[in-house]
């Protein structure tokens, strides 16, 4: 049994009953967030994708580009590292900004990839998260050591991507995929049993606890996303 298992069965039974009850609901609005997140970072790359005018501007335009990107990196190192300072409306606000601009940088896949291909693998990329969610949330293992290795596996991708971007490489895009789909599906497991353990200590509903739910929201959202995106690369096929 978890420490924090026998931490929870040594508190009063009024603070057990309160913990039981805010749990599920944090845990809902952590689903909820990520959901529909993702369904507005679909909406939105498949309209940028679709309007010629925007997609041209993002594509021809390279300080628009960037600006898109480096909004992306500010949004979310914001919401991450000043969330006690934000309130929740705010943060909720920024997220879902945050779930725009990255629909409108990927809508490229549209160009790249065939719909079919990318419907069979935003399918194959929710089984696997979902399958990976469950194992981290339910397993009695302690997963941290393993978050750690991840962790230091995806920044040696961000390093070989941006290597890449100048050798430019299709062997070493393949590699990094193969080894993107097993960093991410790591951090998935990794992730649930973490929002899982923080919000189990949770006594009551209130906007700190929603703050942490929202993190979790984020960091789930971008395992699935970068999931999605290293699955599509290998399995997708191109236009």
Not at 61 to 66: A, E, G, S
Request: charged share 10%; glycine share 6%.
């Amino acid at each position: 049994m978890k420490e924090q298992d026998l931490n929870y069965w040594n508190l009063p039974a009024d603070q057990q009953l309160a913990m039981s009850e805010a749990f599920p609901v944090l845990m809902r609005k952590v689903y909820v967030w990520m959901s529909l997140a993702l369904l507005i970072t679909g909406m939105t790359a498949y309209y940028v994708a679709t309007s010629p005018t925007i997609l041209t501007a993002i594509l021809t335009n390279q300080i628009l580009f960037w600006g898109l990107i480096i909004a992306e990196l500010v949004l979310v190192f914001t919401v991450s590292a000043a969330i006690n300072r934000l309130s929740l409306t705010t943060a909720t606000l920024l997220f879902l900004l945050y779930s725009v601009i990255n629909g409108a940088t990927m809508s490229f896949i549209f160009l790249l990839y065939t719909m079919s291909s990318i419907a069979t693998v935003f399918f194959i990329a929710a089984g696997t998260f979902a399958t990976m969610a469950v194992i981290g949330y339910t397993t009695k293992k302690d997963l941290s050591s393993m978050g750690k290795f991840l962790f230091m596996g995806l920044i040696g991708i961000i390093i070989a991507t941006l290597v890449n971007l100048f050798i430019k490489s299709d062997g070493l895009t393949m590699i990094l995929s193969y080894a993107g789909v097993v960093v991410f599906v790591g951090l998935t497991a990794w992730d649930s049993q973490k929002i899982k353990q923080m919000l189990m200590q949770a006594n009551d509903v209130d906007e700190g606890t929603q703050k942490i739910a929202l993190l979790g929201a984020l960091s789930l959202y971008l395992d699935f996303i970068n999931l999605f995106i290293y699955l599509l690369q290998i399995l997708g096929k191109r236009r």
